[in-house]
């Protein structure tokens, strides 16, 4: 029988200042120790959250670790050292969560790989080499893949659902300007937006659509978002050039990127799946 108490109860209006908070939950941020990826994790933190940096470079998301557990003064965050290219650190990471925590109720896929040698990652299309594709692809595509899989397997079995936002990029969404990489570095190299980083972060975008109707009936929603330019090691050619083509007239600081993927984990997005977010400064609207 359903008592007055509760009949009342279920007429109050959420308090809508709490639908962003992520107190008891518990999430994986891969690539947790990249430039995008610490900023996320701090603002998780700063949520509430518990958080696990999962990196491929173990010493550096350690690192970053101790640093977050000195200054939220707790254990909400450890470190995991995971190559997502690899099915079983993939498993491993996520039978690591759970030992800490006892579930996943968030993912953030968000680690990428921009090439170890500049020379064969901004190569021409036309001399582009087959091995240079794959190892990118390795991670960008198929471990998105891997970690979704993963994830999703653990969501699923705790029949409590979650929420996934995987990184894609503009160059998912839509061809970069070539104009714009005119006397354009990156760390002193010549730079360009190599095709297969547009496939593979269009391939995140596929992937993304597809889990978010496939898990729809487990309450687990996936998203993605589409960060634009966000300043790293570029020259001021190119932050010129890059900027000029922004309506907002400037490129993204990688803490931009926070607030939308807040808004995506939390209770604040409970009616939102299948979306990719352009986080572009307007590039997308022209």
């Known amino acids: 029988m359903t ?3 509760t009949r009342r109860r279920e007429t109050v209006k959420p308090e809508y200042r709490e639908l962003f908070d992520l107190f008891g939950r518990v999430g994986i941020v891969t690539g947790g120790a990249g430039i995008i990826g610490r900023e996320l994790v701090r603002g998780l933190l700063t949520q509430r ?3 696990v940096v999962a990196d491929i470079d173990g010493t550096a998301a350690e690192t970053f670790a101790a640093s977050l557990r000195d200054e939220f003064h707790n254990n909400c965050v450890i470190a995991v050292a995971t190559d997502v290219t690899n099915a079983k650190s993939v498993k491993a990471m996520v039978a690591r969560t759970v030992r800490q925590w006892g579930k996943i109720d968030f993912l953030l896929n968000n680690a990428a790989l921009f090439g170890t ?11 582009y080499s087959l091995e240079e594709w794959r190892r990118i692809m390795a991670v960008d595509l198929d471990g998105v893949f891997l970690v979704a899989r993963e994830v999703g397997k653990q969501m699923v079995a705790q029949a409590t659902g979650g929420s996934i936002v995987q990184t894609s990029s503009i160059y998912g969404v839509m061809a970069s300007d070539p104009r714009i990489y005119q006397g354009s570095t990156f760390k002193g190299y010549p730079i360009n937006n190599p095709a297969v980083y547009s496939a593979a972060k269009a391939g995140v975008v596929g992937l993304t659509r597809w889990l978010a109707t496939y898990w729809a009936d487990k309450n687990i929603r996936v998203n993605a978002i589409a960060p634009g330019g966000t300043m790293a090691h570029e020259n001021d ?3 010129r050039k890059y900027s000029n083509r922004i309506p907002m007239g400037r490129m993204a600081n990688a803490s931009e990127m926070v607030g939308a993927v807040i808004y995506l984990v939390s209770d604040a997005s409970s009616y939102v799946t299948g979306q990719c977010l352009m986080i572009d400064g307007g590039l997308s609207a022209w």
């Open 3 to 5: 008592t007055k108490k």
């Open 117 to 127: 040698d500049p020379k064969d990652y901004y190569a021409p299309f036309e001399e």
């Open 49 to 51: 959250a518990n958080v």
């Open 237 to 239: 050619v190119f932050m």
